[in-house]
């Protein structure tokens, strides 16, 4: 495997499967959703992304930051060619609530008229960002626009959205790792799961 030459620096003789043990400060509860779970997730989305974009011009656009982790694996699961950009938006409203007024903090840096955009995102939760991104997006005539997302809450929805590739639904929980954070924390984890019941944020 590889180039016999190069060997990882350091002594780690190999990647451990979860450099993380579970988190036990209070403030991280039950896992969600397993890392071997996430895995076989991403391995099927990225079989069904790359049927369905065979000898397409597919452009992936990560909404920044919690979507880094998800759209690092989906791309290694495709077999199809893939470019990939990046978007960070802000939405006004509280901490956990967004409001639907979005602010782009930081815009895609190739035009994407003509070509065939696929948004990948953590997760949906009353839709009002990704509403907001998809027509902003749409607006720029690409030839086609989906929406690939790692997570929904489907009870929380405001907007209907049409989303072509989903993860996984959860239960009305505010969730943290595998991209999600919660006050910019956990997102290291190897897995998902739920806030402690006592720090549900307010919403
Ligand atoms: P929406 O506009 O209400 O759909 O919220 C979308 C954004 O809020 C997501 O892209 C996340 O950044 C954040 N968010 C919503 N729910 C959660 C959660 O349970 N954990 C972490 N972040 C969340
Ligand atoms: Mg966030």
Do not use: W
Request: contains cysteine; charged residues 30%.
């Amino acid at each position: 495997m590889g180039f016999a030459g190069v060997r990882p620096a350091g002594e780690r003789p190999h990647r451990a499967a979860s450099r993380l043990p579970p988190v036990d400060d209070g403030t991280v509860g039950e896992i969600l959703v397993s890392e071997q779970a996430l895995a076989r997730r991403v391995e099927e989305l990225g079989a069904e992304i790359s049927r369905d974009y065979e000898g397409r011009d597919l452009i992936m656009v990560g909404v920044l930051k919690g979507a880094v982790l998800f759209i690092a694996d989906l791309m290694r699961a495709l077999s199809v060619p893939c470019e990939v950009d990046f978007m960070a938006v802000s939405s006004y409203g509280s901490a956990t609530d967004s409001s639907g007024v979005v602010r782009i903090l930081k815009d895609l840096d190739e035009a994407i008229g003509d070509r065939d955009v696929l948004i990948v995102e953590d997760i949906i939760d009353s839709g009002l960002t990704l509403h907001y991104l998809f027509k902003n997006l749409r607006a720029r005539d690409p030839r086609s626009l989906e929406v690939c997302a790692l997570l929904t809450k489907p009870e929380r929805r405001r907007v209907d959205l049409p989303i072509r590739y989903v993860g996984f639904e959860i239960p009305n929980r505010f969730a943290v790792g595998y991209g999600l954070d919660y006050a910019q924390r956990y997102r290291n984890l190897a897995y998902v799961a739920a806030l402690q019941e006592g720090d549900q944020p307010a919403g």
